[in-house]
């Protein structure tokens, strides 16, 4: 079946400190979406790419859809301690499939 | 606040009962879909629902679990004769209209734990 695979798994990085993180896909996908989700919370939407190519900054968050329509990576610029949290790429076909997620923590 | 509303937020149940998970989707959404989340691990999609219809039930276990979206309330999930392994936080989202182009916005779960 579908399978994304995201990495890291995780990150310990220092505040201030830029990161990236990517997931990728044997199948092609024309819709692809990063999310963060919180402890105890839902996740909550950061980007929707559409676009093969795509470049799309929200902030201090970039991310880019691969020109394969394979792959996605999510850079964050100078991290903050609220940043923490964990990450996740998925792709929407008729439904939609997450990653494994990738956990950040950031020290201050 | 007309996000996704999912309640109970947590849920006690021993083996054995029945579990039932309520989802009020985001006004004027009329797709809901629910995943489940094991720790440390990401969400598995369960199934899709438009208003009085199942889409999409590839993702649920064949027996005890069903869904329902009625035209009026909620969208249920129900987990009867729950045991251990259904411990996990389940989370319910919605979207404007289906398919490729509309990212579903999520509720904050309920925590389901089996005594």
């Known amino acids: 079946g579908q399978q994304l695979n995201q990495s890291p798994q995780s990150m310990f990085i220092q505040e201030g400190e830029d990161v990236s993180m990517n997931c990728t896909s044997s199948?092609?996908?024309?819709?692809w979406l990063w999310y963060k989700q919180d402890p105890g919370e839902g996740p909550v939407l950061l980007i929707a790419?559409?676009?093969?190519?795509e470049l799309t900054s929200n902030g201090r968050l970039t991310a880019q859809f691969g020109i394969t329509r394979k792959d996605s990576f999510l850079n964050i610029s100078a991290s903050i301690p609220s940043d923490v949290g964990i990450y996740f790429c998925?792709?929407?076909?008729?439904?939609?499939?997450f990653g494994a997620g990738t956990r950040l923590t950031v020290k201050p | 606040n007309a996000g996704v509303m999912q309640n109970p937020r947590h849920l006690v149940r021993r083996r054995g009962q029945e579990a039932r998970l309520r989802c009020s989707p985001m006004?004027?959404?009329?797709?809901v879909y629910w995943y489940r989340q094991l720790p440390e691990e990401g969400l598995k999609f369960m199934v899709y629902?438009?208003?009085?219809?199942?889409?999409?039930e590839s993702g649920m276990p064949k027996e005890r679990f069903s869904a329902e979206f009625p035209k009026e309330g909620p969208s249920i999930l129900r987990i009867q004769q729950v045991v251990r392994g259904d411990s996990a936080a389940y989370f319910c989202?919605?979207?404007?209209?289906?398919?490729?182009?509309?990212?579903?916005?999520f509720g904050d779960g309920t925590r389901l734990s089996i005594l």
């Open positions: 989202a919605s979207s404007l209209g289906q398919g490729a182009i509309e990212p579903q916005h």
């Open positions: 199948s092609i996908f024309n819709t």
């Open positions: 790419l559409y676009k093969a190519g």
């Open positions: 998925a792709v929407l076909n008729n439904d939609m499939r």
């Open positions: 006004k004027g959404h009329s797709h």
């Open positions: 629902l438009q208003k009085e219809n199942i889409i999409d």
